[in-house]
């Protein structure tokens, strides 16, 4: 699929062919959705520029493999980083310095990134930035093109953090004001999910504020089925154009996830009754400390319900917790599978044996579960994930909690027991649940079906800034 050519006009400005520049966060929760993204805008014949360092260029291989297939302009460009390991490092799955330390770091590209802009024959149409990425304010205020935010959590948790900081409430707030809906947190939750419970990102985070105001316009991962009040409100609070194009995934990595290989994952599902089996994943960066893995362990074996649970490799370091692992598979054996390291995880929430999702709240995974019509157990634990948690149970309906709200208690196996069983169980709040998940299914379908209003949004988007970076002859 071929990109536009260059069109004179009678005033002798060349318009060039439309030329997006993406600069996703250098982290997996961040690079997915992005990636997703990139792929849906060059889906329409856009020429699109992935922009990476040369580490996570190694992991968008498959994606650059699949674009040439499918005869997309779509390009990985590898910028120069001083730095060896570019990657997220080691061990910052349970130090957020270290995390903060690896936004810094990108910082550090800002050069490079204006340097290839610079080089190109005709300037980009605009650059899409992740909002953890502040720094690309200068770079496209510089070489004068438009710059759109692309921010990673749900829009309800965009405009609470919008309006906390609007109010001047980060740090003694307790109902968030200006939304919609009521939206209450105990203190510590709302330290939590604002991150003021940790002084050093107050710098970088007023910076990602700062940089989303002074954007454009906001493109979300969601759909108006799903958030359409909120995205109306965030709008109007932005005062800018807020596209709602998702749920990206369903373009590109669904269609993936059916072609997968009969994995043994998937030969164990296969054997499964229907919506019967709960999927336990807590994502990239949540860690498990080993009392807390032995208490999910111990909760998804009291419930009696069947489970697949992943557990990270990083959790396993101890002898103990892998001895403790082999104990519970003896122990569970035809009632739960646990998979070390990685599972396709759109894989499994759309076979047809999956019923419940136990997850960490990460945007991804729920809009993911949420899209397949998989209700969820929510345990959040870092930054939006707490709001993410409120959207699905207190709004949407399709969530239970492992901890009631307000309470910050140490989780025990309890919680877990009755969470699962009351997930996956009978009775009329339970079916209702399920009957509101298959509807929000439904609707992210036709959200990006032709004529459906993440392609009509998608569509607007690319009318209104593919012109943009045109240059005087």
């Not at 330390?101 to 980009?124: H, I, K, M, N, T």
């Not at 609007?166 to 991150?195: C, I, Q, Y």
């Not at 319900?305 to 003896?330: N, R, T």
Request: charged share 20%; aromatic share 8%; net charge negative.
């Amino acid at each position: 699929m071929s990109t536009m050519a260059p069109v004179e006009t009678e005033k002798s400005i060349t318009l060039p062919p439309p030329h997006f520049v993406l600069v996703p966060l250098m982290g997996q929760g961040h690079t997915t959705p992005m990636a997703d993204l990139a792929c849906l805008i060059a889906g329409r014949g856009v020429r699109v520029s992935l922009v990476t360092t040369p580490v996570n260029a190694a992991r968008l291989r498959g994606l650059a493999d699949r674009a040439r297939g499918a005869m997309l302009p779509l390009e990985i460009v590898e910028l120069p980083f001083p730095q060896a390991d570019d990657g997220l490092p080691r061990g910052s799955n349970d130090n957020s310095d270290n995390v903060l330390q690896l936004f810094l770091s990108l910082y550090r590209l800002a050069g490079p990134l204006e340097a290839y802009v610079r080089s190109l024959p005709w300037r980009p149409s605009c650059i899409i930035s992740d909002s953890c990425n502040p720094w690309t304010v200068g770079v496209a205020r510089s070489v004068g093109i438009p710059r759109l935010t692309f921010t990673g959590p749900s829009c309800f948790y965009s405009l609470c953090d919008f309006n906390v900081a609007k109010h001047g409430l980060l740090h003694n707030g307790v109902v968030v004001p200006g939304m919609p809906v009521r939206v209450e947190l105990s203190k510590d939750t709302w330290a939590a999910a604002f991150l003021t419970c940790m002084p050093a990102w107050g710098k970088f985070v007023e910076e990602v504020r700062e940089g989303i105001r002074m954007a454009d316009g906001a493109m979300v991962n969601t759909f108006l089925g799903l958030e359409e009040q909120f995205v109306a409100c965030y709008e109007a609070a932005l005062g800018k154009p807020v596209w709602a194009l998702g749920p990206f995934f369903l373009n590109s990595r669904d269609e993936e996830a059916r072609a997968v290989d009969q994995s043994a994952v998937i030969a164990w599902l296969d054997m499964m009754d229907q919506s019967t089996v709960v999927y336990v994943c807590f994502g990239s960066l949540a860690q498990m400390l080993p009392k807390q893995l032995y208490e999910v362990g111990h909760g998804l074996e009291d419930s009696g319900k069947p489970f697949l649970w992943v557990v990270k490799e990083s959790e396993m370091v101890l002898p103990e917790a892998q001895e403790w692992l082999q104990a519970l598979e003896a122990r569970t054996a035809g009632q739960g599978l646990i998979v070390r390291g990685w599972a396709p995880q759109i894989a499994i929430l759309s076979h047809r044996a999956v019923g419940g999702f136990m997850t960490h709240c990460g945007w991804n995974s729920l809009l993911e579960s949420v899209a397949h019509g998989v209700p969820v157990i929510t345990w959040p634990h870092f930054g939006d994930q707490f709001l993410n948690e409120w959207l699905v149970v207190d709004v949407l309906g399709v969530g239970v909690p492992v901890m009631p709200f307000g309470n910050d208690k140490a989780m025990v196996r309890g919680h877990i027991a009755r969470a699962v069983s009351e997930l996956m169980g009978g009775g009329a709040v339970a079916e209702e649940r399920r009957r509101k998940c298959k509807e929000y299914k439904e609707r992210a379908h036709g959200a990006i079906a032709k004529g459906g209003s993440s392609h009509e949004n998608l569509t607007l988007l690319l009318h209104s800034f593919m012109w943009s970076g045109s240059k005087e002859e």
